[in-house]
């Protein structure tokens, strides 16, 4: 099955840290970039962050930019996001989603369900 | 950064009518332009990309239409599990997103 599964949300204080993974199956993981995207409580979408599938380029919102650093290991068909320095402003649904091309074509054909961080003391 | 913007905030519909919806850009996005549908507790699912071009699987009543900085996205007789939340999305630059018509029952 095609899917992509969100882990490693939760309550985290201001200026913690949290990693989120999101595992990939059901088709060449390698072959397409990746990004993260998040929604805070009743908001819209927000782009985060993008990796291409060699994982050599990355990309980031100016809003988290020096905070988050998203990763890829293909070997585990895995995307990660390393956040640090959290703000509650940062509290959101963040969904991983997989682009439709090898670098970056920027739009979406298949998301996760989405893990909730909340970022509050 | 593009701005996008979409009208109406709400659209109310009965079953089996034709909804249309509005999005806008700040500047022109060409033809860079996705529409996706979010229901409740839901991840989006890509409708439309390219402005006009359906997604895999995606019912013949959903269409996109427009170019620069005006686009539209129409479904032609509404279904019950239509009834969701819609964001179109520029790829032109960094990608944005607009903030979402809903569309409820009327």
Known sequence: EVQLLESGGGLVQPRGSLRLSCAASGFTFSTYAMIWVRQAPGKGLEWVSGISGSGGRTYYADSVKGRFTISRDNSKNTLYLQMNSLRVEDTAVYYCAKDTALVTAWYFDLWGRGTLVTVSS | ?106
């Open chain 2, 1 to 106: 950064e593009i701005v996008m913007t979409q009208s109406p905030a709400t659209l109310s519909v009965s079953p089996g009518e034709r909804a249309t919806l509005s999005c806008r850009a700040s500047q022109s996005v060409t033809s860079n332009l996705a529409w996706y549908q979010q229901k409740p507790g839901q991840a989006p699912r890509l409708l439309i990309y390219d402005a006009s071009t359906r997604a895999t699987g995606i019912p013949a009543r959903f269409s996109g239409s427009g170019s620069g900085t005006e686009f539209t996205l129409t479904i032609s007789s509404l279904q019950s599990e239509d009834f969701a939340v819609y964001y179109c999305q520029q790829y032109n630059n960094w990608p944005s997103f607009g903030p979402g018509t809903k569309v409820d029952i009327k």
